[in-house]
């Protein structure tokens, strides 16, 4: 994969680039004018945005993101070579950053800024990520996505750091890079990305014991102590049981308890009830004892005489027969009513006794169930018994704790057996076993700084104290190899970036795998006739490998000659010129 041009449908210049050598150049045309900085003209930018439309996150911090109202209605365009031969373009928009198009084609150097017919349209992130994936058909760690290694082959300013760990992980993991570097050398990264993951997971399960250990301030040496404590305890509990046992709350062979005096309370209220509906039958009965109905046959004659009439013989005959009858029937009623208040007395009588009674046998309950003595000491020892359970249950879930600690314990062993023997696995995978992509590369790396700067420098790899991996990349003295300092400085550890990164794709030249490299800003600080030397063997490696390389330079750090003439570059191979003349002259032809 090559890159082909870059363009946007407003205010951006239209790169394009050659399948060789591409310089772009920043041209300072004030170097006096100090409010001017000829570093602000857009050739790193040019990186960012080969990145974005290779389909980097669109976080607050990218600068398209920052500046997103600038970019507005703003779309972006990636042309690249395939390794088939055949052309991709990539659309993104600012508006819809998550939205991305793919178009095929055969020609190179289109213009789709007013395409609408594309292969795919709109296709959120991460499935256009699986799709540009598939259409690189990487055979070089098939498996990993582009997304992970692209960033060995667009290096800025601050990817010069280290050889090894690219910018955008340093804040990370070693598992996020070093299983991933160890595949692309050649080795088995699978090994060290198990040894990593199994390292976190004892680190959780120590954290684990940690917090239990904390939370029952107990851990395995004090196992047997518990289960000690846990026996005291239960025969503490058997005694107190026993002596509850002994405890006698009955009377009348029943037992004394609330139910009991509910019961007879209950018995109470129920006479009473009677005794009052007995009470009121007897009221009755008086009253109609009380109430008796009186006849005056003399009183009805002197009614007679009163209204001048005279008063049948007849009449008064009939009336003497009903008063007779009347006091028949009374003295008959008198006698029933007499005879039933006779037996409601002595209902009454016998249901007082009874009530007498079962308030006796009640107070006499609730004094035995109050008893201070009996039922504060029966009380005492049902409090002894539960605290004794809830210490009970507490060792026992100390208990519990301790042997969930020892069985975490025995997962760590057992884990820790398990790195045991990824570390010598990967061992003998790295020290010893046969690895001709490893030995193409420092090879190849050693013989570009050679070229460039005549010294040897080699990378390699190492073992820490906790069997990880360690990368190294150092300058050596020829004639005795040690190791000198002048890897450790800018300009040449910049060099070792830019060998790195070369002798990964010649030794995958022959495969589908990227096969261009940006570089920003590589000549500054070198000697002029060490700037011509790189010059020159990147040129040529890119001839004999098949291979695009892009690099950005300040017009004044190109190379001169002894002469001090400016080192002489064709149309072809100038990719984009830059000027601090104005905002016609930046990559964005405006300011921001």
Not at 14 to 20: M, T
Not at 206 to 211: G, L, R
Not at 563 to 571: A, D, I, K, P, V
Request: with cysteine; proline share 1%; charged share 30%.
């Amino acid at each position: 994969m090559k890159l082909s041009q870059v363009y946007s449908n407003k205010k951006f210049k239209r790169v394009k680039f050659n399948e060789e050598f591409n310089l772009i150049i920043g041209k300072v045309t004030k170097p006096k004018d100090k409010e001017i900085d000829s570093h602000n003209l857009g050739k790193t930018t040019l990186i960012y945005v080969i990145d974005f439309l290779l389909l980097r996150g669109f976080d607050n911090a990218f600068f398209l993101s920052k500046y997103k109202i600038k970019f507005f209605e703003y779309s972006f365009f990636l042309e690249i070579l395939l390794n088939d031969g055949k052309y991709l373009t990539i659309r993104r928009s600012i508006d819809y950053p998550t939205k991305i198009d793919f178009k095929i084609h055969d020609q190179k150097f289109q213009d789709f800024t007013k395409e609408d017919n594309w292969d795919h349209q709109e296709v959120p992130i991460d499935k256009a990520k699986d799709i540009l994936n598939n259409y690189l058909e990487f055979d070089v760690l098939p498996e990993v996505n582009y997304r992970k290694t692209v960033s060995y082959f667009l290096r800025t300013q601050d990817d010069y750091l280290d050889v090894f760990q690219l910018n955008k992980y340093k804040s990370s993991k070693d598992i996020d890079w070093k299983p991933l570097l160890l595949d692309l050398l050649g080795f088995n990264g699978e090994l060290l990305k198990s040894k990593y993951e199994l390292e976190t997971q004892i680190n959780l399960l120590n954290a684990e014991i940690k917090i239990l250990e904390t939370r029952s301030s107990m851990n395995e040496e004090k196992l047997d102590k518990i289960k000690g404590f846990i026996e005291v305890k239960e025969e503490e509990k058997k005694s107190l049981q026993i002596e509850l046992d002994k405890f006698n709350f009955y009377t009348n062979d029943r037992r004394i308890d609330r139910d009991l005096v509910d019961s007879v309370e209950a018995d109470i209220s129920k006479l009473n009830s009677e005794l009052y509906a007995l009470e009121f039958e007897e009221d009755k009965i008086n009253s109609a004892l009380n109430d008796r109905m009186e006849f005056s046959l003399s009183e009805i004659e002197k009614l007679f005489i009163e209204i001048k009439t005279q008063f049948p013989e007849d009449l008064k005959k009939n009336y003497e027969n009903l008063v007779e009858f009347n006091k028949q029937l009374s003295e008959e009623r008198s006698k029933h009513l007499k005879e039933r208040l006779t037996s409601l007395k002595t209902q009454k009588e016998e249901i007082k006794k009874e009530l007498i009674d079962l308030n006796n046998q009640r107070s006499d309950l609730l004094s035995i169930l109050q008893s201070t003595d009996t039922f504060e000491k029966y009380k005492k020892c049902q409090n002894e018994i539960v605290g004794i359970d809830n210490q009970i249950m507490t060792l026992q879930q100390q208990l519990s704790s301790v042997g969930e600690i020892g069985n975490i314990s025995s997962k760590v062993t057992e884990l820790n057996n398990q790195i045991s023997k990824l570390k010598d696995a990967l061992k003998e995978n790295v020290l010893k076993e046969q690895n001709d992509i490893y030995s193409n590369i420092r090879k190849t790396f050693n013989l570009i700084l050679k070229e460039i700067i005549n010294l040897q420098a080699i990378p390699s790899i190492s073992f820490n104290k906790t069997g990880n991996i360690e990368f190294h990349a150092d300058i050596q003295e020829e004639k005795n190899n040690d190791i000198t300092a002048m890897g450790r400085g800018t300009t040449y550890r910049k060099l070792l970036c830019v060998a790195f990164d070369l002798s990964i794709l010649i030794t995958y030249s022959k495969n589908s795998f990227f096969k261009f490299v940006y570089h920003d800003g590589v000549l500054e600080g070198l000697d002029d006739r060490k700037k011509i030397k790189f010059i020159e063997c990147v040129k040529r490696i890119c001839q004999e490998n098949g291979l695009q390389y892009v690099l950005t330079s300040i017009e004044h750090d190109l190379p001169r000659n002894s002469e001090g003439n400016t080192m002489q570059f064709s149309g072809k191979e100038i990719a984009l010129i830059l000027s601090d003349a104005g905002d016609d002259g930046r990559l964005f032809e405006q300011s921001f």
